[in-house]
């Protein structure tokens, strides 16, 4: 596998999550498990729950302590699809998304 398609492999699982409606799931999976403050204005790095930055209403932002923590809440998705059993799902989604959008890598934060 090509280094980009193997980044994007490990990048896509957040919108998998969101695709499959298992998000609020993996965040408090992911809250529980860093104990990280979500929800608190003061702190800077905004993460937009449904993966789209335009998206800008109250219940789709959560605030997170800083950048590390919020690279982690996308990256650890991936592993999250591998503890919960789909990541076989997951791998077929990926490549036939990847086929229909032709390879767009920007993904959304
Ligand atoms: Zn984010």
């Known amino acids: ?7 994007s492999l490990h990048f896509r699982g957040y919108d998998y999550l969101v ?3 298992l998000v609020e799931e993996y965040l408090k999976y992911f809250i529980f498990k860093y104990d990280t403050f979500f ?6 790095m905004m993460h937009h729950i449904d993966g789209n930055r ?3 209403r109250k219940d789709n932002i ?3 302590k800083d950048r590390s923590i919020h690279n982690k809440l996308h ?3 991936y592993f999250y699809i591998v503890k ?5 799902k997951y ?10 959008t032709n390879l767009n890598l920007e993904g959304g934060d």
Request: hydrophobic share 30%; charged share 40%; proline share 0%.
């Open 1 to 7: 596998m090509e280094h980009y398609l193997h980044r």
């Open 19 to 21: 695709h499959m409606n």
């Open 39 to 44: 929800k608190d204005k003061n702190k800077k």
């Open 54 to 56: 335009k998206n800008n």
């Open 62 to 64: 959560l605030y997170v």
């Open 75 to 77: 990256q650890e998705a």
């Open 84 to 88: 919960i059993g789909k990541i076989k």
């Open 91 to 100: 791998i077929e989604w990926f490549f036939s998304k990847e086929r229909r």
